[in-house]
Each structure stands twice: as C-alpha cells, then as structure tokens.
T-cell receptor, first 115, second 109 residues
Framework: DVKVTQSSRYLVKRTGEKVFLECVQD?????MFWYRQDPGLGLRLIYF???????EKGDIPEGYSVSREKKERFSLILESASTNQTSMYLC??????????????FGAGSRLTVL | GIQVEQSPPDLILQEGANSTLRCNFSDSVNNLQWFHQNPWGQLINLFYIPSGTKQNGRLSATTVATERYSLLYISSSQTTDSGVYFC???????????FGSGTQLTVLP
C-alpha cells in the first residue's frame, strides 16, 4: 500500500514565524499535492508538483511556497505565518499507473494553529 | 475553473438505513473520485469512477458523465460510516482534483 507520511500531526506557531510542513510518499508517485481544509469549504488546492523541482500553483497559493528536491518529498512553506493560515493541511500523492487513473492517496493531515 | 456541488450538506441516519449522496459538476471530466474522511481526519479513496457503475460491499457509485453528476449509495448504514464524504473531479488531462464541500454523514446507533 502507498503510504503518505506528514511530519507533524499538530503544530502551534506564532504570527510571523516560518513554518515547514513535510510530506513523504514511499511509492514512487510522480504527482504530489498540498490541500488545505476549512469547515464548509472542502479541500482547496494550494500547490502541486508533477516532477522533481517542478511546481504549479493551485487555487490558493498566496502566502505559501513549496519545494520538491526529491521525488518522494514535497514540502509546504509558510514564509511568515498569519492567523488566517490556521487550518488542516493535507498532503496527497498520485500516479497514473497502468490505468491512467491518478487515484489520490492522502496523508493523515497536519493541523496548524497560528496564534 | 470547474465547479463541484454536493448534496445534501448534512445527513443524519439511523443505523440500517440507506442513503444517496449526490455530486454535480459543471464541466466534462475524465477523473472523478469519491472519498470518505473519518472522524480523525483521514481521507480514504472509495471509488475512481469517471463513468459507469461500481460496487464495493455496501457502497456503490454511479457516474452519468453526459449529465454531469455522480451518486454514492450507502446501504444498511453502520455507525462506522459516519464522517464526511467528498466528491472530487478533474477535467481533461488535468492531474489535480477539485473537491466539493462534502456531505457530513452521521449514523446513529
């Protein structure tokens, strides 16, 4: 089974701090994604990557950046955390495989609180 | 971008009841997936179903791509079915999925 591991389950940070959220997958997937989840809004795509050193903006990239230096690792960076970035952050990966399905596998999530 | 609407937003059932969740989307899609998020926040893929019908135990899903909707059926519901159900879609060759806002299901014992 594909495993997607997020480094921190819960984080509490202060406004203005730099925050790193790490995500690692172990099945050689090409595609990796960062979503944030807020009540009533579903999941919204922040950034995604389809190859090492490649990144694409999602629907809400403002205030975030990403890094993909290795195929298995995709990092989300909040350069200067703000209270409106308090949220659940979900990492996912996918690969087209033989069927071309790009079925998403999610990590357990990282709940970030910015004070 | 593509719009995804799920209904109902909330659903409360007695254990053993059946239910139907709906997902409407605004454009043609080549990828449609259903997910269940358990009370601890973990999202699990239930179906990859851009068209047609699939079944997995008490769950089944149907997508009518030409009419731009998908249905998720849950039969003989159990308390462990509680959680949020999400529909997510992608048009064309896009790799990224757009999610609906989900249906919160509560199954009472």
């Amino acid at each position: 089974d594909v495993k997607v591991t997020q480094s921190s389950r819960y984080l509490v940070k202060r406004t203005g701090e730099k925050v790193f959220l790490e995500c690692v997958q172990d099945m050689d997937h090409e595609n990796m994604f960062w979503y944030r989840q807020d009540p009533g809004l579903g999941l919204r795509l922040i950034y995604f990557s389809y190859d090492v050193k490649m990144k694409e903006k999602g629907d809400i990239p403002e205030g975030y950046s990403v890094s993909r230096e290795k195929k298995e690792r995709f990092s989300l960076i909040l350069e200067s955390a703000s209270t409106n970035q308090t949220s659940m952050y979900l990492c996912a990966s996918s690969s087209p495989g033989r069927t071309g399905a790009n079925v998403l596998t999610f990590g357990a999530g990282s709940r970030l609180t910015v004070l | 971008g593509i719009q995804v609407e799920q209904s109902p937003p909330d659903l409360i059932l007695q254990e053993g009841a059946n239910s139907t969740l709906r997902c409407n989307f605004s454009d043609s899609v080549n990828n449609l997936q259903w997910f269940h998020q358990n009370p601890w926040g973990q999202l699990i893929n239930l179906f990859y179903i851009p068209s047609g019908t699939k079944q997995n135990g008490r769950l089944s899903a149907t997508t009518v791509a030409t009419e731009r909707y998908s249905l998720l059926y849950i039969s003989s519901s159990q308390t462990t079915d509680s959680g949020v159900y999400f529909c997510a879609v992608a048009p064309g060759s896009a790799r990224q999925l757009t999610f609906g806002s989900g249906t919160q299901l509560t199954v009472l014992p």
